[in-house]
């Protein structure tokens, strides 16, 4: 059956507001779209929408208690709230190095989660 959703692009800061014909997960046609990658964009959000993710992790001996870290690539949505768990279980050692990986391959995605800068031990 063939349905309308909004949906915003959010491939670039430019937001395009997406009105989105589907019938279920097949796309039937996006308006609104100031280029071709809100196409790419729509589709991708009906069948496999993915995030980057941006938190942080515990740090031993460090001269903060936090690191931030970040996914090397977007992973699935339905997987976010899993790996925050997973985060919150993790505690490095001081020194940290901007770059090194905290968890690889999370949840067989192969994407791995690396610290985004250095945490020296004090
Ligand atoms: S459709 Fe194109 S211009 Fe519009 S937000 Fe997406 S990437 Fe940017």
New binding site residues.
């Given amino acids: 059956m063939e349905e309308k959703t909004k949906l915003i ?1 959010i ?2 800061p ?3 507001s997406l009105d989105v014909t589907h019938d279920g997960n097949t796309i039937l046609k996006v308006e609104n ?3 071709k ?2 196409y790419v ?1 729509a589709e991708k959000e009906f069948t496999d929408p993915r995030r980057m993710v941006a938190s942080t992790v515990k740090v031993k001996g460090g001269l903060h208690p936090l690191v931030p870290v970040y996914t090397a690539n977007p992973i699935p949505k339905p997987k976010i709230q899993d790996l925050l768990v997973e985060l919150r279980k993790v505690e490095l050692q001081a020194p940290v190095t901007g770059g090194d990986v905290v968890l690889e391959n999370v949840f067989g995605t192969g994407i791995n989660i690396i610290t985004s800068r250095d945490m020296p031990a004090v």
């Fill in positions: 692009c491939s670039c430019k937001g395009c779209a100031a280029c990658q809100g964009y």
